[in-house]
């Protein structure tokens, strides 16, 4: 194909299309790039999923490129999903407000336009830090500043731009300590390149790389492993626990001092947008605060979304996707008997969403840790179930809040029991009376949900030091809630045994296993074989709930 010396409108499309196409490739790649040894990293799908929402947006907009402009611009807004996207957002729509109104976009056009995306970038972050997907566009824009003031072609001022952004990401982990620990480059920087890879693709036909290289954490990672200083001590997270996230109807003269008080009870907050419409994340253990801080200043916040980064899990995205492609919940109230009182629960898997109808549950929601409902999903469900009275069991924390919202939207009684697993949604069903009004069950079910001690199993997705030793990847580590990684083996079974040892303490009478997807029969009679030897007078209860990533959920009440 030729090499293109001008960007028109078509290309600026085919770019964004490719380069939507080609994060949702290397999602996998860049969501392994966390600080965390479990899979818990999602800057890769929430990048891809904000491009899903240019892409559709571009679809619907009219062809010329002042349209095309409008529709980057109010999809990567309306779209944004997490830090990353947020900030992606703001790097596409700083681009688009340069080239928007330009006949011809050469290469010091697109020089001017990356400029501007790291300005944007910038602009959004209240507190900026360095190491970071930040670094990586303002210092692709300098690249691009410098060829282009040479009189470089298109292709030569992107070429440039990226070779400086691939020095800059290879050099994240010197500017943050967590990366450098973590044997990792930044997630966000590994993203953004591929924009400059798409559009060298599409200005010059040079390959996508494939999702093992590139932006991949291969050999950034076998790089900065093979270099990192090894460090005793605990995994260095944010003690941030809440990622909240929400559109804010809010006069621009206000919104400074929205930042400001945002960064009062958090951080990595970004807010974009403009005309009175914005676009907010946050980082905060005080969830309500965050979204108060909005009607306090006469803003009107909506489209909430509330994630636990503790418990996040983001290869669990692209399993449960395909959910999104069908009904997120039963429709219930045809032909569903009439009761007092019905639930509406959250599952993480077709097991678990049968056993729960088993328990007498008329909406079944699909969500969990990753792919949280929406108020409307629930709401729906809330609606369709045959009761005017409705328990709601989250089971997730980050849906909790979600969840207390649906009372005001609705003439039904809702009452939510602030269950954190699908262990303690079983306790919780085990005393659920249809025939009893919302408040009694709510106080029966969270008190018996509240009787459970949790964990799960799942692998570590790379090496890593904790208060309990050195984690290497592969390893299987058992997790329990408040207490973080009690037990971690080689095998599946060391791993389960630790942590079963960890939460079947004196007083505790009955177990419950839950096997997920990952699971098999041997490692199941393995299991039992330990409870049987070790723990004899405890009664054991199996249940199949086919949850991904983690192979088995443990309740011990």
Not at 261 to 290: F, K, P, Q, R, Y
Request: charged residues 20%.
């Amino acid at each position: 194909m030729p090499t293109l010396e001008l960007l028109d409108v078509d290309a600026l499309r085919e770019t964004l299309t490719t380069f939507r196409d080609v994060v949702r490739a290397h999602a996998a790649d860049i969501n392994r790039l966390n600080v965390y040894p479990v899979p818990d990293g999602d800057t890769g799908t929430n990048m891809a999923r904000t491009l899903d929402a240019v892409v559709a947006e571009m679809a619907g907009a009219g062809p010329g490129l002042d349209a095309t402009c409008d529709a980057i611009a109010h999809g990567s807004l309306m779209g944004a999903r997490g830090n990353s996207g947020v900030i992606l957002s703001q790097v596409l729509r700083g681009l688009v407000s340069t080239l928007r109104g330009h006949r011809e976009v050469t290469g010091t056009t697109i020089a001017t336009a990356l400029t501007a995306s790291s300005a944007a970038a910038y602009t959004a972050v209240l507190k900026p830090i360095e190491g970071t997907i930040l670094t990586v566009v303002r210092e692709s824009a300098a690249g691009a500043e410098r060829a282009a003031a040479d009189g470089a072609s298109l292709s030569e001022v992107l070429r440039a731009a990226r070779d400086a952004g691939r020095v800059a990401l290879a050099a994240t982990p010197d500017q943050l300590p967590v990366l450098k620990d973590a044997g990792v480059v930044d997630a966000g920087g590994a993203g953004y390149l591929l924009f400059l890879d798409s559009a060298l693709f599409v200005v010059d036909g040079e390959p996508l790389p494939l999702a093992d290289e590139g932006a991949g954490p291969s050999a950034a990672q076998l790089e900065l492993v093979s270099r990192r200083h090894t460090t005793d001590g605990s995994v260095d997270v944010s003690e941030q626990r809440y990622e909240v996230m929400y559109f804010v109807d809010l006069a621009d003269d206000r919104i400074e001092e929205f930042k400001q008080s945002w960064g009062e009870i958090g951080d990595s907050i970004v807010v974009v947008g403009g005309d009175g419409l914005w676009n907010c994340h946050v980082h905060t253990n005080d969830i309500g605060a965050a979204i108060e801080t909005a009607l306090q200043l006469d803003g009107r916040p909506k489209q909430i979304r509330v994630t636990d980064l503790f418990e996040e899990v983001a290869d669990e995205h692209a399993v449960r996707e395909a959910a999104l492609h069908g009904s997120r919940h039963s429709a219930a109230g045809f032909g569903l008997p009439a009761v007092t009182c019905a639930v509406v629960a959250v599952a993480s898997g077709d097991g678990l969403a049968e056993l729960f109808g088993q328990l007498g549950v008329q909406g079944v929601v699909t969500g969990g840790q990753t792919l949280n409902p929406s108020t409307a999903e629930l709401l729906a469900a809330v609606e369709a179930v045959n009761a005017d009275h409705v328990v709601v069991l989250p089971n997730n924390k980050n849906i909790i809040p979600v969840a207390e919202q649906l009372h005001s939207l609705t003439t039904k009684t809702v009452r939510v029991v602030p269950s954190t697993s699908m262990p303690a949604a079983l306790a919780a069903l085990v005393v659920y009376d249809p025939e009893a009004d919302a408040d009694a069950n709510l106080e029966e079910m969270t008190e018996a949900a509240q009787s459970v001690a949790t964990g799960e199993i799942t692998r570590a997705v790379r090496d890593t030091n904790t208060d309990i030793g050195s984690i290497t990847a592969g390893d299987w580590i058992g997790i329990v809630r408040g207490d973080g990684i009690v037990s971690v083996s080689g095998s599946l079974d060391g791993a389960a045994f630790g942590l079963l040892d960890h939460l079947i303490t004196p007083g505790r009478e009955i177990v419950t296993v839950i096997t997920g997807a990952d699971s098999n029969a041997a490692h199941t009679d393995a299991l039992l074989a330990w409870l049987h030897e070790n723990r004899s007078d405890v009664q054991v209860e199996v249940h199949r709930g086919g949850q991904p990533l983690y192979p088995y959920l443990f309740g011990v009440e």
